[in-house]
């Protein structure tokens, strides 16, 4: 199947910093890419859409100014958490589509100290 | 709202046993189903899609799909502690929005 990279895999970062996370299809192209956010014992909760070269579409709830979604490249799509706080500590993990079956990346753990 | 609604389990069977995950939809439209496996503290990896009406195989895996009662199964023979996981299943529609389900966590037992 398609491969979906996704870097880092784990980041440390105090409160009040910004945290960027990449999303890469490597071997596909892939206008849409999702991010959702997983945390402990809990199902996926889809955050936002990402649109090569148009806005990302944020889900209800979800703060399009703290996560903020670039997607400049039909491979890359970028999620970063700005001023994050310990309540963003979760598990972030984005997909993409080739055709209609989604694949997803292996994930990043955010912890906010 | 369109929903994809699964027992969260968990389903506990024992080593060699067929385990047995259902999955129900709310969206007649939906087109695609799809069943990912997620280990603790990974993300989802895809274990098998089914678009038409019936049964596929895929070795272990059997995914089943009834449209009319809008109903997609995920049979698993020869359940192994390997298998142990929580099991998302998946629609989509005729666009690229998929909606998943909160997942059947499945525990086998040695």
């Known amino acids: 199947g398609a491969v979906v990279s996704q870097h880092p895999s784990w980041v440390i970062c105090k409160s009040g910093t910004s945290v960027k996370i990449e999303c890469r299809s490597l071997?596909?192209?892939?206008?849409?890419m999702f991010w959702y956010r997983q945390f402990p014992k809990q199902s996926l909760m889809l955050m936002a859409t990402?649109?090569?070269?148009?806005?990302?579409?944020?889900e209800q709830g979800v703060e399009k100014d703290k996560f903020l979604i670039n997607h400049a490249s039909l491979t890359l799509s970028t999620l970063t958490v700005t001023s994050a706080h310990p309540e963003d500590s979760s598990f972030y993990i984005c997909?993409?589509?080739?055709?209609?079956?989604?694949?997803f990346g292996a994930g990043t753990r955010l912890s906010v100290l | 709202q369109k929903e994809v609604e699964q027992n969260s389990g968990p389903l506990s069977v024992p080593e060699g046993a067929i385990a047995s995950l259902n999955c129900t939809y709310s969206?007649?439209?939906?087109?695609?189903f799809f069943w990912y496996r997620q280990y603790s503290g990974k993300s989802p990896e895809l274990i098998m899609f089914?678009?038409?009406?019936g049964d596929k195989e895929d070795g272990r895996f059997t995914a089943q799909l009834n449209k009319a009662s809008q109903y997609v199964s995920l049979l698993i023979r020869d359940s192994q502690p390997s298998d142990s996981a929580t099991y998302l299943c998946?629609?989509?529609?005729?666009?690229?929005?998929?909606?998943f389900g909160a997942g059947t966590r499945l525990f086998v037992k040695a």
């Open positions: 997909s993409a589509n080739e055709g209609n079956i989604q694949y």
């Open positions: 071997d596909f192209q892939a206008t849409t």
């Open positions: 990402s649109n090569e070269g148009s806005k990302a579409t944020y």
């Open positions: 969206d007649r439209g939906s087109q695609s």
């Open positions: 089914i678009y038409s009406n």
């Open positions: 998946a629609a989509t529609t005729g666009g690229f929005k998929t909606i």
